[in-house]
Nanobody, 128 residues
Framework: QVQLVESGGGLVQAGGSLRLSCAAS????????MGWFRQAPGKEREFVAA????????YYADSVKGRFTISRDNSKNTVYLQMNSLKPEDTAVYYC?????????????????????WGQGTQVTVSS
């Protein structure tokens, strides 16, 4: 039903910035909670950030709080992740996820089980 396509990944130096985008095909995008997860080699996929349907509520993992900002533009069916002050430990494949809020989940879901749709991922590499 829903297709998500991430873009904006790449190679940056430590301390640099990068903005990821996730374009969604859903007609009801404005009612979806959206999230970002990441997975580094040898590690489990971990939560990064989430945003509710309107963009009025956000939630961040402690590891990125103060450095990353999640936002959305419902007129463009797109969610963004602005990443500043990047560190080598931020290196991972970043995934966009969508929760249509069909069930009584949080408005800013933080677990993989709460999301129904996932993008293909985009690689972010931060060099020292």
């Amino acid at each position: 039903q829903v297709q998500l396509v991430e873009s904006g990944g790449g190679l940056v130096q430590a301390g640099g910035s990068l903005r990821l985008s996730c374009a969604a095909s859903a007609r009801t995008f404005s009612s979806y909670a959206m999230g970002w997860f990441r997975q580094a080699p040898g590690k489990e996929r971990e939560f990064v950030a989430a945003i509710n349907w309107s963009g009025g509520s956000t939630y961040y993992a402690d590891s990125v709080k103060g450095r990353f900002t999640i936002s959305r533009d419902n007129s463009k069916n797109t969610v963004y992740l602005q990443m500043n002050s990047l560190k080598p430990e931020d290196t991972a494949v970043y995934y966009c996820a969508a929760d249509p809020q069909k069930y009584r989940t949080s408005q800013t879901p933080r677990t993989r089980r709460e999301y129904d749709y996932w993008g293909q991922g985009t690689q972010v590499t931060v060099s020292s």
